[in-house]
């Protein structure tokens, strides 16, 4: 059966392997080896109620699609894959599946500024409460499980921008007792290098824009899930509210998906090399990156995340947000631009960018706080650029 185009099970095949097969049969047709980009909102139904295969309308199902869906859940070694246009609306599909006015949300303390807007601005007002904890902290985890009533923990791990390690596993058994769903946003790790699933998450974010769709070319977002319950709500509400991505965006991320165990490798490099650089280098007051052993979750990180720590490094300047606004601005292959997870490296300033919403909250992010994300380039070209820019900040 080597080379027929029936589906094939990859499931005992490494990341690698998967990331480029697992749903990715050549089309029936003529063989294709990369899917088509079926372009079509609607399919022709040869009788009334019977559409082939069950494709009926774009919104619904798309083949184009359905191969993003299958590769993901193929390289998370889960049952289930959903994707959607952006990562902030798959995140507010599975919040809305899940809460109901007067449940209560535990919430990282360091998180993307768009999910606490989403849920300070729009379910606090529906009636959905929220606790910020830092929950990289399991006792202040415990405290909180033992002070209030939960529905759900939030869990960005490593954090944005600061990077905080939380032990998904530890985490996620004192959740459990206490009856939590627990959901990770695994963006900064991606599935090639992080499985919340099989730590004992319930479901896993993405923003897809990131480093899996990653050549800053699209956006999109997706939900992981084993549990067939949870996945039929998703399905539910993604059809019912209808922010899907397009199948050209579809088409883009399977292509993007094919590289990111490869392309994580070197983001995962470059990013140890400039943390390991960078730290105690004048004008630098704190480096954070998990794969320093100076970092207080390099540890659990080193056990949870496999074959890299990732991509995304902040630094926190010595002469405060003057000298973080001044670095950031004095690069010259860092592009100073919000976002990350692309193959060209970034560099922006949370505060004013990327964090701007969680100003003067408890998700407030330093103001002397330079978040770097780390491409692919050359290394040594990337340390001489920042080393220029830090001059430029020390002269
Ligand atoms: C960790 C994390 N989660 C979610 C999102 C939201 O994703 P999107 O911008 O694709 O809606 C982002 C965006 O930066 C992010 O960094």
Avoid: C
């Avoid at 040869?46 to 699609?65: A, E, L």
């Avoid at 627990?182 to 090639?192: E, I, Q, R």
């Avoid at 390991?276 to 480096?287: F, N, S």
């Avoid at 919403?357 to 103001?367: E, H, K, L, R």
Wanted: cysteine-free.
């Amino acid at each position: 059966m080597t080379n027929e185009t029936t589906a094939q099970d990859f499931s005992n095949d490494a990341i690698a392997t998967r990331a480029i097969h697992a749903g990715q049969e050549p089309d029936p047709t003529t063989g294709a080896v990369v899917p088509p980009i079926y372009m079509t909102s609607t399919f022709r139904q040869p009788h009334v109620g019977q559409p082939i295969n069950g494709y009926d309308y774009s919104r619904s199902i798309n083949p184009t699609r359905n191969v993003f869906d299958e590769q993901l859940a193929a390289i998370e070694g889960a049952k289930h894959a959903l994707a959607f246009s952006s990562g902030l609306a798959a995140i507010d599909v599975l919040l809305r599946s899940v809460l109901k006015p007067g449940d209560r949300v535990m919430l990282g303390n360091d998180v993307y500024g768009g999910t606490y807007r989403l849920l300070s601005k729009v379910f606090e007002p529906w009636g959905v409460k929220i606790t910020t904890v830092d929950v990289s902290d399991l006792a202040a985890v415990n405290k909180a499980l033992n002070t209030e009533s939960f529905a759900l923990i939030w869990i960005e791990t490593p954090s944005n921008p600061l990077l905080a390690i939380t032990d998904i596993e530890a985490t996620a058994a004192i959740a459990h007792e206490h009856g939590l769903i627990v959901v990770v946003d695994n963006t900064f790790a991606s599935p090639a290098l992080q499985h919340p699933l099989e730590l004992g998450a319930d479901v896993v974010a993405y923003s897809t824009t990131k480093y899996i769709g990653g050549h800053s070319d699209v956006v999109g977002g997706a939900l992981v899930v084993d549990d067939d319950e949870l996945a039929e709500k998703f399905g539910f509400l993604q059809n019912s509210a209808g922010a899907v991505p397009s199948p050209f965006d579809s088409w883009i991320q399977i292509r993007g998906l094919k590289t990111l165990p490869l392309r994580m490798q070197r983001h995962s490099e470059n990013a140890l090399a400039i943390a390991q650089h960078l730290e105690g280098a004048d004008g630098i007051e704190k480096v954070w990156y998990p794969g320093l052993e100076s970092h207080p979750g390099h540890d659990i990180a080193a056990r949870q995340m496999h074959g890299g720590f990732g991509g995304m490094v902040s630094v926190q300047l010595s002469g405060g947000k003057a000298a973080a606004l001044k670095f950031a601005e004095s690069t010259r292959l860092f592009s100073l631009a919000e976002s990350l997870g692309g193959v060209e490296s970034l560099i922006e300033h949370p505060a004013a960018m990327t964090h701007a919403s969680v100003a003067g909250t408890s998700n407030a992010v330093p103001d002397n706080l330079v978040r770097i994300s780390v491409g692919i380039e050359d290394v040594n070209d990337l340390i001489a650029d920042l080393d220029q820019a830090l001059a430029t900040v020390n002269a």
